[in-house]
């Protein structure tokens, strides 16, 4: 397996439509390196599965300093698949990382395909969705929550299909009255159900966190993913059969992807967002 950006050669050539879009620049830069010291990280093999957060623990995500592993993967006793990745996003705040969130899902599919070109084909949303994305009346925050994005991407073992179902902090477990500044400044997640293109009737649902604080000079943006479960009325769920195991290329290849592609969107966000921002 590649953990290295495709070359810009690979890219699928984008219609006459997308070319005529004024974010199709993006498309066509080369992808931005990814972030040199989670790749090393990443490169020294799974972690301790004892260092892992567990879903239910997620409130400690608002405890102040980091966690002793804030960066790998591995394969957690009950056999779900865990992920841990520390981004960082020099120059940006949150106001951008929440219209990013928005932005992206409320126009054409070119929006999620320059976030990483390698690797994201295209998103949908209904049209329910589509109307909140653009209702002014509807805060920011809020419409990256109890939203549903539908879009495939390849993160290193084939294209998937996949439904992201965001849902608001308390229903993710949070303890609300701790859900403040400086512990947090937003959190996007919820759970997905994937299925590969290839293999149809292969789905995988899984547990995505992205906990976005402040650091100085821009905003860090740690995620956490439990692949192998999902949320039901607030509480995480394993989903695996007695004696299943996620095998551990998954959980890795989604680290190195997780990698990738927020180091190319924190290399471009601030530039987008003066040119295309606030408006969604």
């Known amino acids: 397996m590649s953990h290295s950006p495709e070359n810009k050669p690979e890219l699928r050539p984008l219609r006459s439509d997308e070319e005529a879009l004024p974010y199709s620049k993006y498309y066509y830069r080369p992808v931005a390196p990814p972030n040199p010291k989670l790749i090393e990280i ?35 006793d009950n056999g779900a698949g865990y992920v841990a990745v520390n981004n960082v996003f020099p120059g940006c705040t949150v106001d951008m990382m929440r219209w990013w969130f928005a932005w992206h899902a409320a126009g054409p599919g070119l929006r999620y395909k320059i976030w990483f070109p390698p690797g994201h ?32 991407e390849d993160v290193g073992g084939g294209a998937e299909d996949i439904i992201i179902s965001f849902l608001d902090p308390q229903q993710m477990g949070f303890d609300m009255s701790r859900f403040h500044e400086p512990n947090v400044l937003a ?28 650091m100085e000079g821009g905003v860090e943006f740690r995620t956490r993913f439990w692949m192998g479960y999902r949320i039901n009325k607030g509480m995480a769920m394993c989903t695996l059969p007695p004696g299943v195991r996620i095998p551990v290329e998954a959980p890795m290849g989604l680290a190195y992807h997780n990698v990738m592609e ?13 040119e295309m921002g606030p408006a969604i």
């Open 187 to 214: 959190v996007f997640g919820g759970y997905g159900v994937s299925e590969s293109v290839e293999h149809r009737g292969m789905k995988a649902p899984a547990i995505m966190c992205h906990f976005c604080r402040a």
């Open 262 to 274: 927020y180091s190319n969107l924190a290399s471009f966000l601030p530039e987008i967002y003066a």
């Open 121 to 152: 084909v295209t998103i949908a949303v209904s049209d329910q969705a589509y109307a909140k994305l653009h209702d002014p009346d509807i805060p920011l925050e809020q419409k990256s929550q109890n939203i549903d994005h539908f879009v495939r």
């Open 42 to 76: 990443l490169n020294r093999g799974p972690m301790d599965p004892a260092k892992a957060l567990l879903p239910e623990n997620i409130n400690d995500l608002l405890d102040p300093g980091h966690h002793e592993v804030e960066t790998g993967y591995c394969i957690l």
